[in-house]
């Protein structure tokens, strides 16, 4: 188990809905990332934030947006979904935003599943 | 731009050793690390490097040039639950930020 917690763990939707996944990064960490891997393909990065702040963007598309709270914990919104959108999403955690050696430990993953 | 290549499968007997190589390409480079992620599972952290050299963490050992851009992961006494994909990742500074940027993975067949 590494601390980081994801819900919903499987979700499956409608093309053209809105879905909200939600994380609990590990206690005290301060930085948050979100990954999507599709099916047999690697992890994507798509957002990270630091302590309530966004900090880096990498592939995500405008009909995603994510954002960290005051508690840390971490949403990523999915709206206007479409079949291609089905992959598995990690949410992962780190102490900091950028010390060398900092580990990023990686939550279960949420199932999104578009039919 | 940020290139992370590996092999895309393997295969070795049990009790064996692989090497399995990642070379990379970033505008920034802040370490180098590799997870081991079983199928429609989590990535679980395998090892870290950021300077030259040999890391060795038990069955497991993580190589690093950084001049060369390229690093290997080494299993020794190979286990059928190492069967897995492995992931080679890099810590990539720009821009004020830092990302860590995975490669496609190295899919492990064990076989008996």
């Known amino acids: 188990d590494s601390g980081v917690t994801q819900t919903p763990k499987h979700l499956i939707t409608a093309t053209g809905q809105r879905v909200t996944l939600r994380c609990s990064p590990r206690?005290?960490?301060?930085?948050v990332y979100w990954y999507q891997q599709s099916l047999d393909q690697g992890l994507q990065f798509l957002i990270q934030?630091?302590?309530?702040?966004?900090?880096a963007k990498g592939n995500i598309l405008e009909r995603f947006s994510a954002q960290q709270f005051p508690d840390l914990h971490s949403e990523l919104n999915l709206s206007s979904l479409e079949l291609g959108d089905s992959a598995l999403y990690f949410c992962?955690?780190?102490?900091?935003?950028?010390?060398?050696?900092?580990?990023?430990?990686f939550g279960e993953g949420s199932w999104l599943t578009v039919v | 731009g940020q290139n992370i290549d590996q092999p895309t499968e393997m295969t070795a007997t049990e009790g064996a050793i692989v090497q399995i190589n990642c070379t990379y390409q970033?505008?920034?480079?802040?370490?180098l690390f590799w997870y081991q992620q079983h199928a429609g599972e989590a990535p679980t952290f395998l090892s870290y490097?950021?300077?030259?050299g040999l890391e060795e963490k038990g069955r497991f050992s993580s190589f690093l040039s950084r001049s060369k851009g390229y690093s290997y992961l080494l299993l020794k006494e190979l286990q059928m639950k190492d069967s897995a994909s492995y992931l080679c990742?890099?810590?990539?500074?720009?821009?004020?930020?830092?990302?860590?940027?995975f490669g496609s993975g190295t899919r492990l067949l064990v076989r008996p």
């Open positions: 934030y630091y302590n309530g702040e966004e900090r």
């Open positions: 490097n950021v300077l030259d």
């Open positions: 206690s005290g960490d301060l930085s």
């Open positions: 990742a890099v810590r990539d500074v720009g821009d004020s930020s830092y990302k860590l940027i």
């Open positions: 992962a955690s780190s102490v900091s935003r950028d010390k060398t050696g900092n580990t990023i430990y």
């Open positions: 970033t505008s920034g480079f802040n370490g």
